[in-house]
């Protein structure tokens, strides 16, 4: 009877940890489930780059680049260095950056290439 029950507890604790991660991953899929933070981070992906690089290359505004970085920042997928008087921004987040790769190879290498 001992057993059974130590068995039980260890699947509820393996359900609980589950279900936190579950809640873990909407979250960081909801944070990247935007096509120009997507796109800010794929071009992240590439290298390192300004405002004014991300810019240029969205065909965005300042603005709506500054605010899409500035959720990304807050969920902690990007970080921002300054160098001189420019501010770069990077991919921070490991996982975001082996989902964005993954993402890039399956949706994007082959059209790019054409």
């Keep these: 009877m001992l057993v059974e029950k130590f068995k039980n507890n260890k699947t509820l604790d393996v359900a609980e ?6 809640h ?7 944070s990247i489930a935007h096509p120009g933070r997507l796109m800010i ?3 992240l992906a590439e290298k390192p780059a ?3 690089e991300l810019e240029e290359f969205l065909n965005m505004q300042q603005a709506a680049v500054s605010k899409q970085l500035s959720r990304l920042r807050q969920e902690g997928l990007v970080k921002d260095e300054r160098r001189g008087r420019s ?3 990077s991919i921070s987040d490991v996982r975001a950056r ?3 790769d993954t993402l890039y190879d399956i949706f994007c290498r082959e059209s790019i290439a054409d």
Excluded: A
């Excluded at 940890?17 to 579950?22: A, D, E, R, Y």
């Excluded at 873990?24 to 909801?30: I, N, V």
């Design 17 to 22: 940890k589950m279900m936190q991660n579950t």
């Design 24 to 30: 873990e991953t909407t979250d960081f899929l909801k």
């Design 41 to 43: 981070l794929c071009k």
């Design 50 to 52: 300004s405002v004014g």
């Design 87 to 89: 501010i770069i921004y």
């Design 98 to 100: 082996i989902l964005i």
